[in-house]
């Protein structure tokens, strides 16, 4: 059980993190599918940059700059360039999950993975009995987390920043009409989500593992995303929402090692893109209750051709 | 007429730019520029078979690749095209090895039938849930798309596997050869008939019936189809079914063509890349058979590059990526200044 919600919280992270970024995005209006592509660029970056200079501190803002650079690039395409944001979105992910490929084999001449010393510091570790388990071998991140959330619902609930966002994001013309310019803060949100995924990236490579491998996030961004939608786009909500498909990803991980015998291990591996479709079906549910944020949603999701 | 073609020329002109993005990034890890291109040519073109297999490599893209224009059209994101074609693939490789000793085109046909019935059937799952309850089909096609990854993952590991096999990937029993459309190279008169023809009747139902014009009703204004009696909800799940049925298709193709048999995560790309080929082809039929033959063309010179320059295939995952990027751009909206009027300034 101890070994359960430790898995939980080392699995839960990475999804937290991102999908905190992704609240931002959401309440500025943007139907962000890209936070995959970002989560994988901030997880290979920090590697890079981390082997390159044996630092990890480095490597973390080498790689909060290349996903927010990445971010700015997004909402260019998506907002002065009129692009459409899902596709673009899907098209940001590609690049970050080809990119980072090709990354560790133009740069470092390897295929499929690459091992690292450069690694972020555990403050408890060692413990191997009792609830002390539970805390036990987490990464700095993990630790953070949870104030990175708090930060979060405080900015945008109690900042004139904050607040501005989600106007921008609900009803952009009356947001404009208030002298907001929504574009702008649509970039401002970007940015944060870009430097968010990069933490989330990170965590996963130089935290809960010692290595970058291709496609390691495997889907992982999307399942943030879902978490944002079942989290009512609330970070405090998002963040449950993030630990549930952590739980979820635990007792996978626990069962595949208990009951591979009687079920095949990719009924198991199922569990939490089913849990997600369930989830969105609720959350849609649930997102209908809100016509305001409606009118927000409705408007990015205008199909065009 | 001037509107389409500036749409042409845009979408030309933006997928340039894409390439020329991929190119630098290719130029400054050190590749050589003149190289890449004449390994492609060779590659997608002038080498020994290189042609039959850019067909080869275009036909599920093609059929795919249709299912998402019809999708669209209708305004439904479905991107499930990946899943869609993985349970179209398993269930022709169930009936082909559960009835291995019945008549081949009796085998065939049921195969067949039985990929397409699973490929809309894994699409209808998000389409009911769209139309009923409002539920995001992007991320639930999305979703589909990993469970489907694992049933394949499932019946090669498991209960097809190949029990001689050998490797790090899971790979089935091969189908017996009476089945196959194709030999190995993918590329026969009975398949590219098959995609012909599916190709011409996709084409007259969007382009020459009441019900092409209705889905893209449908798609521009779904308010107004259903003040018009349009059954709006009943046209989402017919364009729904048809999408997945195009994609299960490409499954059964595949299979009874190039593969004759299943590995684990074969083609893991195609799905999106169909989507970048229906946009690419500007949700026209033949634009994207255009596009199809195009990014066939390059998926079979990767398979040739890594002997003419080393470039590996992740490239051309990026490729693609810059491609999605950029195609929806749309030229007309740049707005260097502050838009005028409020109905503007409400879609900025």
């Known amino acids: 059980m101890e070994q359960i919600l430790a898995t939980t919280l080392r699995s839960a992270a990475p999804l937290v993190l991102v999908a905190t970024a992704g609240v931002f995005a959401f309440r500025a209006g943007i139907f962000h599918l890209g936070l995959e592509g970002l989560m994988i660029t901030g997880a290979f970056t920090t590697v890079a940059v981390g082997e390159a200079t044996g630092s990890v501190e480095l490597g973390i803002l080498a790689a909060i700059g290349v996903c927010m650079a990445l971010s700015a690039v997004y909402w260019w395409v998506i907002g002065p360039l009129g692009a459409n944001v899902i596709i673009a979105g899907l098209g940001l992910t590609s690049v970050g999950l080809g990119g980072t490929a090709f990354a560790l084999g133009a740069i470092f001449d390897r295929r499929g993975s690459m091992f690292t010393d450069v690694v972020l510091p555990r403050p408890v570790s060692g413990t191997t009995s009792g609830p002390g388990v539970i805390v036990s071998e987490h990464s700095i991140l993990v630790w953070i987390t949870p104030l990175i959330v708090l930060a979060a619902w405080i900015v945008l609930r109690r900042s004139r920043f904050g607040l501005r966002m989600t106007a921008a994001g609900e009803y952009p013309f009356a947001a404009r009409t208030a002298g907001v310019n929504p574009s702008i803060v649509r970039l401002q949100a970007l940015l944060i989500a870009g430097g968010l995924c990069a933490l989330g990236g990170a965590e996963l490579s130089v935290g809960a593992l010692h290595n970058f491998t291709e496609n390691m996030t495997n889907g992982r961004g999307f399942i943030a995303f879902v978490a944002v939608i079942f989290g009512a786009w609330h970070p405090i909500g998002a963040a449950f929402a993030g630990l549930f498909f952590g739980f979820a990803d635990a007792i996978g991980i626990q069962s595949q090692i208990n009951i591979t015998e009687r079920v095949p291990r990719e009924f198991v591996l199922m569990i939490p893109f089913v849990l997600t479709i369930f989830a969105v079906w609720l959350g849609g549910l649930w997102r209908r209750r809100s016509l305001e944020a409606e009118a927000g949603y409705a408007e990015l999701r205008e199909p065009d051709y | ?348």
């Open chain 2, 1 to 348: 007429m001037t509107g389409s073609l500036q749409r042409v020329a845009s979408t030309l002109l933006l997928v340039g730019v894409s390439f020329l993005l991929t190119t630098l990034i290719l130029w400054a890890s050190g590749y050589r520029v003149s190289e890449v291109f004449s390994g492609v040519i060779e590659g997608s073109l002038t080498a020994t078979g290189a042609a039959t297999s850019s067909i080869r490599w275009a036909i599920p893209l093609l059929l795919i690749g249709l299912g998402v224009v019809i999708g669209f059209r209708a305004g439904f994101f479905n991107i499930g095209g990946q899943g869609q074609f993985y349970v179209g693939a398993c269930c022709a490789l169930v009936v082909s090895l559960g009835w291995r000793d019945g008549p081949a085109p009796l085998v065939v046909l049921c195969g067949t039938a039985a990929a397409i019935m699973a490929g809309s059937a894994w699409s209808l799952l998000p389409g009911y849930l769209r139309v009923r309850f409002g539920t995001d089909e992007v991320l639930t096609t999305l979703m589909m798309n990993f469970i489907g990854a694992l049933v394949l993952q499932y019946l090669t590991a498991g209960p097809m596997r190949n029990p001689s096999g050998t490797g790090q990937t899971a790979a089935s029993e091969r189908i017996p050869e009476a089945f196959r459309i194709t030999d190995g190279s993918g590329v026969s008169a009975t398949a590219l008939l098959l995609v012909g023809g599916v190709a011409v009747l996709v084409w007259l139902l969007l382009e020459r019936t009441r019900f092409g014009l209705t889905i893209v009703l449908v798609g521009r204004n779904p308010t107004m189809a259903r003040w018009q009696g349009i059954d709006v909800r009943r046209v989402g799940l017919v364009t729904f079914a048809l999408s997945g049925a195009l994609a299960g298709l490409a499954g059964a193709v595949e299979l009874y063509g190039p593969g004759a048999r299943l590995v684990t995560g074969f083609s893991p790309e195609v799905g999106f890349t169909a989507v970048v080929v229906a946009l690419v082809g500007l949700l026209s039929v033949w634009g994207t058979a255009a596009a199809a033959i195009f990014f066939g063309g390059l998926q079979s010179a990767i398979l040739f590059l890594p002997i003419v320059t080393d470039l590996p295939p992740p490239a051309l995952v990026l490729l693609h990526g810059m491609v999605a990027l950029l195609v929806t751009v749309k030229f007309r909206s740049v707005r260097w200044r502050r838009p005028g009027s409020p109905a503007e300034a409400l879609t900025a």
